[in-house]
Structures are given as structure tokens and as C-alpha cells.
């Protein structure tokens, strides 16, 4: 492991099956793993991160969607 790497615990057959896959594409448990989570990272907002939206933008779509039955405002 390098300096700033964490490590988590997988189940033994998950591990197994993901050895399987990852040796027919010629790659590592790790390599495979890392990807896969990285790509799913990557379709994640930013913890904390803000949104793009005003509080005035907000309050315009609740008023909108309480107009529409949507929500209870």
C-alpha cells in the first residue's frame, strides 16, 4: 500500500470472483476495483460541494411545484 491509501474488507467469494474477471482482462483485483469506483465516484456530487442554485431559484421551484400539487408549502 502507498502513504495515503485505506483499505476495506470484501467478502472472500466476492474477492474471488473479482480475481477471476480481473485475470481474464489481465488485470489486478486492485486495478479493477479502483476503476469501478472511480467511476462511480465520479458520478457523484462533491461532498459539501454547492449546488448551482440561488435560494431564491429554490424557493421559485417549491412555489411552482406547491402550485402544481406537487408539495405542501
Same mark, same amino acid.
Given at each position: 500500500?502507498?502513504?495515503?491509501?485505506?483499505?476495506?474488507?470484501?467478502?472472500?467469494?466476492?474477492?474471488?470472483? %473479482?480475481?477471476?474477471? @480481473?485475470?481474464?482482462?489481465?488485470?489486478?483485483?486492485?486495478?479493477? !476495483?479502483?476503476?469501478? &469506483? +472511480?467511476? $462511480?465516484?465520479?458520478?457523484?456530487? %462533491?461532498?459539501?460541494? @454547492?449546488?448551482?442554485?440561488?435560494?431564491?431559484?429554490?424557493?421559485? !421551484?417549491?412555489?411552482? &411545484? +406547491?402550485? $402544481?400539487?406537487?408539495?405542501?408549502?
Amino acid at each position: 500500500m502507498e502513504g495515503d491509501d485505506a483499505m476495506i474488507a470484501i467478502p472472500r467469494d466476492l474477492y474471488e470472483r %473479482l480475481e477471476w474477471l @480481473a485475470g481474464s482482462r489481465g488485470r489486478s483485483v486492485n486495478e479493477l !476495483v479502483l476503476d469501478a &469506483l +472511480a467511476g $462511480l465516484a465520479a458520478s457523484a456530487p %462533491l461532498a459539501g460541494g @454547492a449546488d448551482d442554485y440561488s435560494d431564491a431559484e429554490r424557493d421559485e !421551484v417549491a412555489a411552482r &411545484l +406547491a402550485s $402544481l400539487g406537487y408539495i405542501d408549502e
